[in-house]
């Protein structure tokens, strides 16, 4: 497939320039054109706002699951036979305080599709039998979660950092399973009838386009489509613990995940983000980080290291990590050498050389994450999402093609402080008494 970026970029003409802004009905519309024939992919979503505290979080993923099992206008296999028959896609997902969506289909078809999408949005059926079949199918994604090391030691690190009202908070997995066991359908239609509606509603539309055949379409699926007045429930800022360490013991697992991390005050519109973004790539991004040559390469403690920027949005604050999958002889030794060497990153900072290489790694993969209109159309949307004008395709690589030592080093004294760090350990844990998880 044709790159829209290369291909905009050959007539010295700016991607973002080529974007066009409407507004339709209750919606927020970007649409850019590409000379990709005949396909339109798009990207988009709507405030929810659930209450976190409150438990919201599981009904979202729940109403989420069953917005493709049927509509009042319409079953599921009806659905699905248009979709197929087109050669269509639509997929929904849960995303914290948002309900996102993106779909693809030949452009004469992206009506219809479009009225589908709508349809599950708005008229979704919430049939008791799909619910049960949800129910199942969910809670053996959980169990399989339980088996996971990675996502217990990634759940325990948020528990220390975050409280209960945090989107970045993950309850502990059996707890979930728990409250799922017990749920009926009618919270789950509550939450829809509460939740879902056309509140800050965004679309971003990328192919081959024909601009008022696309508004038109959208009048007919979301007019009338009303707001919701659910209020913001969420705690935007981290509420750490005292620096400590959290056990799950799982048995039968010798390699044992290890995450550390700890909160960072910031939000991904603050000046420091691009900054500490290369400095965590050139310390974990990639295989040719810091970190894996060191930990990995070097010292032959582990096979898998990174370090990660996690859950910073416009809205609440995140996290920095370090993960380590470390064998059972090996987890001391391991994490102390992996908190050795990233206090000396932080007080050292990175080389001319490795800034250099990773400046030129983070963007080439952006444009290659311009490849197709999918892609695109989400890189569009996120940084719409995100308070960023359209330009900001522009702005990014120029942003971190920018970025100096001097920033890098005066972000990282502001933000970064592993002395801070907590520590999550999952797995076969040494001196763990009859499988009982520590916390």
Not at 82 to 105: N, P, Y
Not at 183 to 204: I, K, N
Request: glycine share 8%; aromatic share 8%.
């Amino acid at each position: 497939m044709t790159n829209p970026a290369v291909t905009r970029a050959s007539t010295s003409e700016p991607l973002s320039a080529c974007v066009e802004e409407r507004v339709v009905g209750p919606c927020r519309v970007l649409m850019l054109k590409t000379p990709v024939q005949a396909v339109v992919s798009w990207h988009g979503s709507f405030l929810a706002y659930p209450d976190i505290a409150g438990g919201d979080a599981l009904l979202q993923v729940l109403a989420v699951q069953l917005l493709d099992k049927g509509t009042r206008d319409r079953d599921r296999f009806a659905i699905a036979e248009v979709l197929e028959d087109r050669g269509a896609q639509i997929q929904f997902t849960s995303e914290a305080l948002r309900v996102s969506f993106r779909g693809r289909a030949l452009r004469e078809d992206v009506p219809e599709v479009l009225q589908i999408m709508a349809e599950e949005l708005r008229r979704p059926l919430f049939d008791v039998t799909e619910f049960d079949k949800a129910k199942v199918q969910y809670t053996a994604s959980l169990q399989r979660a339980l088996e996971s090391t990675t996502t217990q030691a990634a759940g325990a690190l948020s528990r220390r950092l975050y409280g209960t009202a945090h989107p970045n908070y993950a309850p502990p997995v059996q707890e979930t399973i728990a409250r799922l066991d017990a749920l009926t359908v009618e919270p789950v239609r509550a939450y829809h009838a509460r939740h879902f509606g056309a509140r800050d509603l965004l679309m971003v539309f990328v192919g081959d386009i024909d601009a008022e055949a696309l508004e038109q379409a959208l009048h007919e699926a979301f007019d009338g489509w009303p707001t919701h007045e659910a209020p913001p429930a969420y705690a935007a800022t981290a509420t750490p613990q005292p620096p400590g360490r959290a056990h799950v013991f799982m048995p039968d697992k010798l390699n044992l995940d290890v995450r550390m991390g700890h909160a960072l005050p910031l939000r991904r519109t603050d000046p420091d983000f691009i900054p500490l973004y290369v400095a965590n790539y050139i310390l974990g991004g990639n295989f040719s980080a810091r970190l894996m040559s060191t930990i990995r390469d070097e010292l032959g403690l582990t096979y898998g290291i990174h370090a990660r920027l996690v859950g910073i949005t416009p809205d609440y604050e995140g996290h920095w990590t370090v993960g380590v999958t470390l064998s059972q002889e090996n987890v001391e030794k391991g994490i102390e050498a992996t908190l050795d060497e990233v206090r000396r990153f932080v007080d050292e900072g990175p080389t001319v050389d490795e800034l250099e290489d990773k400046q030129t790694t983070i963007t080439g993969s952006f444009k290659v994450g311009l490849a197709t209109t999918g892609r695109l159309a989400a890189t569009l949307y996120r940084y719409a999402v995100q308070g960023f004008g359209v330009d900001y395709l522009e702005r990014f690589p120029r942003e971190v093609e920018a970025v100096t030592l001097d920033q890098i080093g005066a972000a990282m004294h502001r933000h970064f402080k592993p002395d801070l760090f907590q520590l999550a350990l999952a797995g076969t844990l040494p001196g763990a008494e009859d499988g009982l998880p520590t916390r």
